[in-house]
């Protein structure tokens, strides 16, 4: 994905927010996340034959780079490993909760275990030590595999919203899971209750699009400053 297709990306996505507001617009909406998200996730989630954004960070991404932390960049001082986690868990729980009411992903495929993390929340509110531990202990494999599953669910998701459903509020008892299943801690309350406030669109432009693209360009600008 180079910088035009990256440019024209995000042109896209600012075209999807006045699809998703007009209920007659529904179908070409949901097709139109479908491809944009296709390229934040391995190509085999979307079955494209081109290389994705996310196969650009994986592409000859050893453990060494993939652990890095602190790194010294403007943006970000994160591990790679920290921010595929980190943008994985806040699409599993946005999307799975928040629009579905569904399990996670991260326990119906039993990834928690698999990952070898003891964290299970967004991340957001870290310290220095945790950030630290996330990124020399997790499962590299395994992390890439969860990614991969919580895309595929994102778009079953999408897939299932009826005409209309883009401009539903988040409901309050969604929002009181994030915390009863600890995927948003206390420190971190704010960004549950800035949810509180936003619809299911927005969700569909930040959590599980843009706010992935973001972190995957940074996860590149990491890749390019260590190697």
């Not at 949901?30 to 996310?54: I, M, P, R, Y």
């Not at 909760?97 to 326990?107: G, N, P």
């Amino acid at each position: 994905m180079d910088l035009e297709e990256q440019r024209v990306w995000s042109e896209n996505l600012k075209a999807l927010n006045e699809m998703m507001l007009n209920p007659q617009e529904h179908a070409q909406a949901v097709q139109s996340f479908l491809s944009l998200h296709a390229w934040l996730h391995s190509s085999s989630v979307g079955n494209l034959s081109e290389l994705t954004l996310h196969d650009a960070v994986i592409k000859n991404l050893d453990e060494q780079t993939f652990r890095k932390y602190p790194v010294n960049l403007s943006d970000t001082k994160n591990s790679i490993a920290w921010h595929l986690w980190h943008s994985a868990r806040l699409e599993d729980m946005t999307m799975s909760i928040l629009v579905a009411d569904d399990q996670q992903a991260l326990y119906s495929g039993n990834w928690f275990k698999k990952m070898n993390t003891r964290f299970t929340h967004s991340g957001n509110e870290m310290s220095e030590e945790e950030i630290d531990e996330l990124s020399s202990s997790i499962n590299f494999e395994s992390l890439l595999a969860y990614k991969t599953f919580v895309g595929k669910k994102t778009r079953q998701i999408i897939s299932m919203l009826k005409p209309g459903q883009f401009v539903d509020k988040v409901e309050q008892s969604r929002i009181k899971r994030l915390f009863d299943e600890n995927a948003v801690t206390q420190k971190a309350s704010s960004l549950a209750d800035y949810w509180s406030k936003r619809n299911i669109a927005w969700l569909v432009l930040m959590p599980a699009t843009e706010h992935i693209f973001i972190h995957l360009k940074k996860c590149i600008h990491i890749k390019e400053k260590i190697n």
